[in-house]
């Protein structure tokens, strides 16, 4: 199985994502089963639980989708003229078959440019022997060298007539691509045709002497214009690379019954044994000091196997040299030839087509052609099935390499994880961050070791610190006010898990120190974008990915990590295998390992595990979410559309005014009608009357809000006028709601006087304080009309309750108010005030008498929590429980604990 890819082997995409999701629900549920048996909390079990599903499906699913974001790519790039890229397919599911058959349709359009790249340089090449003759002639004929006789015109009546019949070859150029060219089969009298290509070469004047060694009687049938063109491109070929005065011989005659052959030698330094293999590959010459490219016996190859024959360089009789070319034709060649452009579409084995060079001529000539440059024709890579090779666009090395169309864009397509957070996550310029990872790993490695089996102190404190301090360090905000407000905020909020002992209140300020955190971090300013803020950081373990894949693969460049990680693990598999065996198989070994090795039973090391795994997890998220925030001010509501005409939204907020004012008089109708008004109209206790309603008020208040929110936005606000009633109606709104708070307030205190006071109702009081001051804050806004400000106002007024609330020592303010309540009417809740922790027993012990105390304030509970104590896990809160003096209950006592805590005190 490969490793990279597991799934390879699968024939099926759908039993592959079977497999895939099977696979992640075994992962899940093992990691459930294993947190459950070593007892660790759900919360913290499930993003273990989760961070494993996605591991084992980030796993198994590489490679399943990468085919088809490469041909995404190859695709971009085939709009640009490149045909190189490939796709990589491993796979034999349908995934793989497609990316197989891609490449395949990528190689056949290169093999088809590449043809029509070729075609271009064909033409230039076979146009630019009959122009140079012609411009030769010409200039002859000017500076007057030659006369004007027939047969010079005669000669450059013949090129004329061979541009013209090479411009019609043009119309068959879709023949010839698709393998097929007619043929103007007609009887040949090759001497006859020799003759006369020798006499077109002769224009040139390059200095050599043609030799024609062909019998009187040999005809052939055969297309003249084609074989003209074989000679025309051997004789020229043969000419470039003899030396002035040398000998060009063109023979022919019959082989065979069948068959008849044409050869052209030359006395030249002849063909390298390492070309002759290439010399009718098209770019195959095989020495390019004669100037020539292989372009023009490329053509005469094709043009014998047009006609059904071959084409081949022979090697010269003992003690002669030059180069000898001989075709080898039918006598009666077939009308087609299914391999007729078998040489036309070979491959180059160059990656350019250099420029074809003047043809020379001889010293003593009185006219020279003049230096005709063929066109040059950017030819793609060549195309081949498999990876994208090196150095072509797209593969490895490609950087600065041009592509066949230069300023072109490639519209390379963006991985997944870019995919799915678009515009509003992306990430650009971020390089591995190994410092953050490897802090991230200590401080999770550090929770490990200092959180597990402690109550809340000084370590968990140390923990969050550093923490903030990592975060601190990281964001790209560091220097701005709100980053500074918030930071001292945070630790204000950090610093409970030192100064309480309530657990309750620990976890409401890390919560709400999360939303400052990540306010400050993304910069929140909106309502949407706080929360948009505050989702980041679970989305980061998804958007954070890439990132860190990149991180991980940078420390495997750094030398000593993987060594020492590898040796550690190494070492500590070896210790403990056989250790275990001699601590196992002799007692004095077992004694001696006992003694030195701290005991860790295995539900300990797996509850260690899942508190480092989540605590260094949240804080790497945090870090990349610091690193690289989200543009969260872009998490707004669409403009709201004001309403065409005022009465549109005044009439429904009116109403709500007017039901507001209603209330407001019932309850100045039921404070000042006093209980026996209350009972008489409603049937209800004071006590019930005011209890029934505390609900309906908050979310009364709650709804308020969401009121004016929704008034402001479709209320219009383009005169004065409108701006005034907009105040008016709101502010009348949120100054009814003030009343409506105050009642909500007021009843609770009414009912913790008739039924005690506890925590929840305590945390009631508080929500309900703050929704008033948010109304206090949106009549600010409502008469400025702005209220930019308020999110974040809102905020710092939540922390600074919780703050002022945290401060007033909660547990042991609701047990100072029981205590008063009982002195001041003998009631007394005892089973309630014993829930309550280490904060209120101080205030339990000082307030109520001995045989009460002593019945709700157990000296084996602070004893045990007493005996967890230690350096890391000192709280103000314990220290204060722990240095009050709480004698044992005598028996007296003992036996009334029962009664006590059962019905409480009710004289």
Known sequence: MNADRPLDGIRSIKAKLGLLVAASIVAASLVSVIGDRAGVPGWLTLPVTVAAALGVTQWLARGMTSPLREMTTAASRMATGDYSQRVTATSADEVGVLADAFNTMAADLAGADQQRRQLVATVSHELRTPLAAQQALLENLVDGVVRPDDAVLRTALAQAERLGTLVGDLLDLSRVDGGRAPLALADVDVRELVEGAVAEAGVSRRGTVHVVDVPADLRVTGDAARLAQLLANLLDNADRHSPAGGRVTVSAGPDGPDRWWLMVADEGPGIPPEHVHRIFDRFGSGD?????????????SWVCELHGGSISAVSPPEGEHGARLRAVLPRTPARTSPSATEGLAEVPSGPTIPTISTVTTDATAPAVAPDIQEP???????????PTPA????????????????GVPVGAPRPVVDSLFGDLWPEAGLGPQVRLLLLCVGVGVLSAVLLPYRDIGVALFGVLLLGGV???????????????????????????????????????SVMLGVVVLTTALTDARGFLSVVAGLASWPLAAVRGLPLLGRTVAATSRINVVWPVVRTAAISLVALVVFGGLFASGDAVFGSWAQAIVPHFAWDGLTFRFFVGFVMGGALLAAGYVALNPPRVDRVTLPEGRPVARLWEWVVPVGLVVALFAAFVVAQAAALFGGHDYVQRTTGLTYAEYVHQGFGQLTAATVLTLATVALAVRKAPRSTSRERLVLRVALGALCALTLVVVASALHRMDLYQQAYGFTLLRVLVDGFE?????????????????????????ALVSAVAIVLVGGLANPEAWVAQRNIDRYQATGKLDAAYLRTLGADATPAIVAGLPRDVSACIVLPSTISARASREDALSWNLGRSREASVDVAPMTPAEAARCPGLMLGGLNP
């Not at 390019?288 to 005469?300: E, F, N, R």
């Not at 918030?486 to 309480?500: D, H, I, M, P």
């Not at 948010?774 to 999110?791: D, I, K, Q």
């Open 288 to 300: 390019d000091a004669g100037g020539g490219t292989g372009i023009g016996l490329a053509i005469a």
């Open 376 to 386: 040059t024709v950017p030819a793609p890579i060549p195309a081949a099935a498999g």
């Open 391 to 406: 150095g072509a666009p797209g593969g490895p090395g490609s950087e600065g390499r041009p592509t066949a169309y230069p």
């Open 470 to 508: 990592v975060l601190w360090r990281s964001t790209r905000h560091r220097a701005s006010r709100w980053t500074t407000v918030s930071s001292v905020l945070c630790v204000g909020l950090a610093s409970f898990s030192v100064l309480r002992a309530a657990e309750w209140l620990t976890v409401i």
């Open 769 to 793: 304080l703050w929704l008033g001051l948010l109304v206090v804050l949106v009549l600010v806004a409502g008469v400025r009309l702005s209220g930019w400000w308020l999110p974040r106002a």
